[in-house]
T-cell receptor, first 113, second 118 residues
């Protein structure tokens, strides 16, 4: 069964600190892995997309890594800001079409002043 | 450019009633998707339109759900009659292409409709 598991479920950090969110997946065939940021009451917004051959992708203070051998990904947030408070969702695609996206349940991050 | 808009943002209905959710995709986007997130669970695919045609409705939970996209513009998702387990957040998303990278286009989500069935 295709699954995406994320940890931790929730996390509280102080403003300015770094944090790393984890994603493990059992999705086959693997096409690409995405990290989305979802603010409360809003839809998910794409942060990064990585294919099998990419092991690092950055978007500003967000850096995603991918280890396709161990089927693990991480999202590292540097110098956190209050606006980083959101849910971060790991999404793995089992194909090229958007209907094949397998979503994780997300990590809820709270950045405290 | 206006994003994907969904209406209403919230809906509270009683079991057995009917509710219709609306999605306006980004102008020019042929591909429109519906997803759903039930409380505590992950977001899951419901169905995919290409213009006015249903390309894939394998995620639709049962025949109480009916989606339409007349004229290939906005889409509606009707739940009739609603059951308690239908509660959740319904997301609509659109894209130009049906695939995300390497020549494709990104997937843009709306803010969702939170449906509560009591």
């Amino acid at each position: 069964k295709n699954q995406v598991e994320q940890s931790p479920q929730s996390l509280i950090i102080l403003e300015g600190k770094n944090c790393t969110l984890q994603c493990n997946y059992t999705v086959s065939p693997f096409s690409n892995l995405r990290w989305y940021k979802q603010d409360t009451g809003r839809g998910p917004v794409s942060l990064t997309i990585m294919t099998f051959s990419e092991n690092t992708k950055s978007n500003g203070r967000y850096t995603a890594t991918l280890d396709a051998d161990t089927k693990q990904s991480s999202l590292h947030i540097t110098a956190s800001q209050l606006s980083d408070s959101a849910s971060y969702i790991c999404v793995v695609s089992a194909g090229w079409d958007f209907q094949k996206l397998v979503f994780g349940t997300g990590t809820r991050l709270l950045v405290s002043p | 450019e206006a994003g994907v808009t969904q209406f209403p943002s919230h809906s509270v209905i009683e079991k057995g009633q009917t509710v219709t959710l609306r999605c306006d995709p980004i102008s020019g986007h042929d591909n429109l998707y519906w997803y759903r997130r039930v409380m505590g669970k992950e977001i899951k695919f419901l169905l995919h339109f290409v213009k006015e045609s249903k390309q894939d409705e394998s995620g639709m939970p049962n025949n109480r759900f009916l989606a339409e996209r007349t004229g290939g513009t906005y889409s509606t998702l009707k739940v009739q009659p609603a059951e308690l387990e239908d509660s959740g957040v319904y997301f609509c998303a659109s894209s130009q292409g049906s695939w995300g990278i390497k020549g494709g286009s990104p997937l843009h989500f709306g803010n969702g409709t939170r449906l509560t069935v009591t």
